[in-house]
């Protein structure tokens, strides 16, 4: 089992370049010099237009994934016989550079604005425009997850909670994925308008059917294959990744307290894919503070570890959320119990009572 260092998750906090504001030395070369006062500038100026001057990274992310991916996917409309090189070349970019990295982005700017309120139109651009390139419809993300997941906490109400199951099966998530696929967005409507929220509710409406309607036009009158590939398969493989994700950040469950965060979500430290994705891991930390800035989740979670052992949290070190699923899917308990965090004040256990702890924490839980 994986002994928690004094300072192993904090070590992982993203680094956020400061905003530069200062002069630029002038003894680089002029090259150099008119690139950094360049750059000076326009950090100053989204320090000005942020929120959050932190926030720069999701700007330039974004103006990266405008200028490379979207001329890639108009040129495959735009080629008079579509290629499928060509298209094997869009996705290669897509998934090794860009689309992990939207999805957490996406995740970031719907819990705190990017934009100040005099700019807030910009907002528009990461969750409308940029998402029907990234497997996502426009606003639905947002009426899901703020809209409903963190309201209901994984609870009997969450549409997308994971208590009914039996968390190691892969029929079982097979089941929560089509129920997701087929009637997902539609419940959702119809949750927003039970709860009152009609205008969210009219928003993830059109976003879902303005997407699909503007897909099938595309697909019928310029070209199938290019429409296939550029929006159609993505949100397939997102949606497929994201109840992945979900199912397993809220796979441990204890029956006995479901509602607290500390008993029905887990943490993943020192990843890969926290140092990618603005520290996603850390979703205990997000339940508890759903708008705390990802690059001081790692800090809140050294801070409070003593607690997080007094209330027996599940923490994996070294493992990602996709490859937790694939172990509980396998049924590999010995890489998870190896990777498994002893807390301070959590009871001590060998590795046989570990895996005994974790599989007492996957069987449904009745509402």
């Given at each position: ?53 932190r ?21 495959l ?11 094997a ?10 689309f ?16 100040k ?66 009637v ?59 109840m ?12 006995s307290?479901s509602a ?45 570890k ?8 599940v ?24 990777a ?28």
């Amino acid at each position: 089992m994986t002994q928690l260092s004094p300072h192993g998750a904090a070590a992982l906090d993203v680094d956020v370049e400061p905003i530069a504001t200062g002069p630029v030395p002038t003894s680089e070369g002029a090259g150099r010099a008119s690139s950094r006062s360049l750059l000076a500038r326009w950090r100053a100026w989204l320090s000005a237009v942020l929120n959050d001057p932190r926030d720069h990274v999701f700007v330039e992310l974004g103006l990266a994934m405008t200028l490379v991916q979207l001329p890639f996917a108009a040129l495959l409309f735009a080629l008079g016989s579509f290629s499928w090189w060509l298209a094997a070349g869009y996705w290669a970019i897509w998934g090794v550079f860009f689309f992990d990295r939207y999805i957490l982005m996406l995740h970031c700017v719907s819990h705190r604005p990017l934009f100040k309120k005099s700019y807030r139109v910009l907002n528009h651009y990461i969750p409308v425009v940029l998402a029907v390139f990234y497997g996502q419809t426009p606003n639905t993300y947002f009426g899901h997850h703020l809209g409903m997941h963190h309201k209901e906490n994984n609870g009997a109400e969450d549409l997308s909670s994971t208590m009914g199951y039996q968390r190691d099966s892969f029929l079982a998530w097979l089941h929560y994925y089509v129920k997701f696929l087929f009637v997902g967005l539609p419940t959702l409507v119809a949750y927003l308008i039970g709860k009152n929220r009609k205008r969210l509710a009219r928003r993830v409406a059109s976003g879902e059917l303005g997407f699909w309607a503007g897909a099938a036009l595309l697909g019928f009158f310029v070209s199938g294959q290019a429409t296939l590939v550029v929006f159609v398969i993505p949100v397939l493989v997102v949606r497929t990744l994201m109840m992945m994700g979900n199912w397993t950040q809220h796979a441990f469950v204890d029956a006995s307290d479901s509602a607290s965060p500390f008993k029905n979500s887990i943490t993943c430290i020192n990843t890969r894919y926290n140092r990618r994705c603005f520290n996603d891991g850390y979703h205990i930390v997000h339940h508890f503070r759903p708008a705390l800035h990802y690059t001081e989740m790692a800090q809140e979670f050294e801070d409070r570890k003593e607690e997080y052992g007094r209330n027996d949290a599940v923490v994996f070190d070294g493992l990602d959320y996709f490859q937790i699923w694939l172990l509980l899917m396998l049924g590999r308990w010995r890489p998870l119990a190896r990777a498994f965090v002893r807390l301070p004040g959590a009871p001590e256990r060998s590795d046989e009572e570990v895996v005994a702890f974790l599989r007492s924490r996957l069987a449904p839980v009745r509402s």
